[in-house]
């Protein structure tokens, strides 16, 4: 069940959902209670107006969504959706986060990861557009750094073309 603007739908017709976080614990819970196996929190960023009636740039944010659901829920699924070229990301960090969150709701979290392919999206956070096969390349580096930073019993160092680098790091729990 996707959730984010309050259980998204393509429907133009008026709506009677909203995006507050108090509204999207009501539908999770109420979807937990009718055996939904998952909700899906998707992210995107956009500018004040955003793409319509039910894309705008109203929207509770999918990683602190997920996060903030795993202590009212206990069986469903709780997916966040993130892109993981935009901002402050690094794969040290979202895996210390994502351990400690799959941890908190006992192994209910998880990512959808995303590149993001509008240009002003690119432009919001100040850079230029990344080409699409740049853009999964790195996606593919960036998840590849978190599994192993999500299964190494030891330290570990690593040092790309990219900007994420680290030394001697490890993730617990």
Do not use: C
């Not at 429907?11 to 999207?24: A, E, G, K, V």
């Not at 955003?50 to 009212?72: H, M």
């Not at 895996?95 to 209910?108: E, M, P, T, V």
Request: overall charge negative; cysteine-free.
């Amino acid at each position: 069940m996707p959730i984010h603007h309050g259980g998204w739908s393509s429907s133009t017709l008026p709506r009677t959902t909203d995006w507050s976080f108090d509204y999207n614990a009501k539908l999770t819970q109420k979807a937990e209670e009718l055996g939904f196996d998952l909700v899906f929190g998707y992210s995107h960023w956009q500018p004040k107006g955003g793409l319509g009636p039910t894309r705008t740039e109203a929207g509770l944010d999918a990683f602190i969504a997920t996060a903030s659901l795993a202590s009212i829920t206990s069986r469903i699924i709780l997916i966040a959706t993130i892109h993981v070229l935009y901002g402050p990301w690094h794969p040290l960090h979202l895996a210390k986060f994502g351990a400690n969150l799959d941890h908190i709701s006992q192994g209910r979290w998880g990512i959808n990861v995303v590149t993001g392919h509008r240009a002003y999206e690119h432009e919001l956070f100040g850079w230029s557009q990344i080409e699409h096969d740049r853009r999964y390349e790195l996606a593919d580096e960036f998840v590849t750094v978190l599994k192993r930073l999500w299964s190494e019993t030891e330290n570990f160092s690593y040092t790309s073309h990219s900007s994420w680098q680290f030394k001697d790091a490890y993730i617990s729990p």
